[in-house]
T-cell receptor, first 115, second 111 residues
């Protein structure tokens, strides 16, 4: 199984809503990533978890709250978002061994629209 | 500043043509990735290279470490190859988990 799954595929939410994005992989990868991608731009790294611990937070606003409940799951909790947060949110995972990170496998993304 | 530059930005080809997309980077890397993204979202990892050349079907990726340059070639292109191709590098001096992305090349293959 070389798949990273993400749910939901599409999400429309108001600025006062609370919602969560979910990501799952069963490849035994111990690093998981959240990216944000605006139209016609490359992905921007938001968070990295390594062995279920947050290792990188790219100065992301606190209205985005990541969570890694176990080695297969990664969540992104959303609260009080702004319309400019509308984007494609991509999850990825990779193997990590002795601090060396391997090829990243990406999920299909969640298309988020904030109204 | 560590940058990744891709060329061309946009490329239109006729079915069957040989296609080359180029990627240049600025300092030493531990790995270079070629990624493919179709309209509507998900990213597929095509290759990860640290030296030499790799081939998968009609796709070939090469890297020249001395010149800090990589190319992605598509032989006998097909309309289903139409996508954005993104070069991403892992710089040695930054965290091993962090990728620096190029701006992407939009490829359109016409039948």
């Amino acid at each position: 199984d070389t798949e990273v799954t993400q749910t939901p595929k599409h999400l429309v939410m108001g600025m006062t809503n609370k919602k969560s994005l979910k990501c799952e992989q069963h490849m035994g990868h111990r690093a998981m990533y959240w990216y944000k991608q605006k139209a016609k731009k490359p992905p921007e790294l938001m968070f990295v978890y390594s062995y279920e611990k947050l290792s990188i937070n790219e100065s992301v606003p606190s209205r985005f709250s990541p969570e890694c409940p176990n080695s297969s799951l990664l969540n992104l909790h959303l609260h009080a978002l702004q319309p400019e947060d509308s984007a494609l949110y991509l999850c990825a995972s990779s193997q990590v061994d002795l601090g060396m990170f391997s090829e990243q496998y990406f999920g299909p993304g969640t298309r988020l629209t904030v109204t | 500043k560590n940058e990744v530059e891709q060329s061309p930005q946009n490329l239109t080809a006729q079915e069957g043509e040989f296609i080359t997309i180029n990627c240049s980077y600025s300092v030493g890397i531990s790995a270079l990735h070629w990624l493919q993204q179709h309209p509507g979202g998900g990213i597929v990892s095509l290759f990860m290279l640290s030296s030499g050349k790799k081939k998968h079907g009609r796709l070939i990726a090469t890297i020249n470490i001395q010149e800090k340059h990589s190319s992605l070639h598509i032989t006998a292109s097909h309309p289903r190859d139409s996508a954005v191709y993104i070069c991403a590098v892992r710089y040695r001096e930054t965290s091993g988990s962090r990728l620096t992305f190029g701006e992407g090349t939009q490829l359109t293959v016409n039948p």
